[in-house]
């Protein structure tokens, strides 16, 4: 299996308050993304990252916000957590651009939003 | 209208069972497409490339027809571990766009 770790791994939180979810590589690919999966949608990206230093926004990107300054690492900020929020966050890899269609994913976040 | 559609499902067939789903996609201009096999509660892997001729991978066969716009997975002699929800993925101008998924569960 890829080597990609999501941290935490759950977590219930409050309206209003900051949350930053982790993603962490193991494989030096360039490619890092986040995605969110929610029930009767695919998953939808969120942001993605082709360097450091280098991202860009995907479909759902409104009220996040991402950092990468380190190849392995790829943050995910929730400024100010709303209820809508509450999903399954996947971070995913790939060593290529995406039309190979080889993502590989982390296990997976799940965010609860009181 | 969603621009990958799946039926959701659940496909509820005995072990040795064919079965077949299918998707349809929206955006003719879609590059490359795929099947993702998500298990309950884990994160989504890779399962088979769909390609314009068709590909069969042991028990899996795709198949896609550009020209209805939709993509097929058939799975024969159904085992209990293929229990999972299958992915439907489209591939345009290099995003990934993911179906709902399609859930199958085969029992004994």
């Known amino acids: 299996d890829a080597g990609i770790t999501q941290s935490p791994r759950h977590k219930v939180t409050e309206t209003g308050t900051p949350v930053t979810l982790r993603c962490h590589q193991t494989e030096n690919h360039r490619y890092m993304y986040w995605y969110r999966q929610d029930p009767g949608h695919g998953l939808r990206l969120i942001h993605y990252s082709y360097g450091v230093k280098d991202t860009d926004k995907g479909e759902v990107s409104d009220g996040y916000s991402v950092s990468r300054s380190k190849t392995e690492d790829f943050l995910l900020t929730l400024e100010s957590a709303t209820s809508s929020q509450t999903s399954v966050y996947f971070c995913?890899?790939?060593?290529?651009?995406?039309?190979?269609?080889?993502?590989?994913f982390g296990e997976g976040s799940r965010l609860t939003v009181l | 209208r969603k621009e990958v559609e799946q039926d959701p499902g659940p496909f509820n067939v005995p072990e040795g069972a064919t079965v077949a789903f299918n998707c349809t996609y929206s955006n003719s201009a879609s590059q490359s497409f795929f099947w993702y096999r998500q298990d309950c509660r884990k994160e989504p892997k890779l399962l088979m490339s769909?390609?314009?001729s068709g590909n069969e991978d042991g028990r899996f066969t795709a198949q896609l027809n550009r020209a209805s716009q939709y993509i097929s997975l058939l799975i024969r002699d159904s085992k209990l571990s293929d229990s999972a929800t299958y992915l439907c993925v489209v591939n345009r101008n290099n995003k990934l766009i993911f179906g709902a998924g399609t859930r199958l569960a085969v029992h004994p």
């Open positions: 769909v390609y314009s």
């Open positions: 995913a890899i790939s060593q290529d651009r995406v039309g190979t269609g080889e993502l590989f």
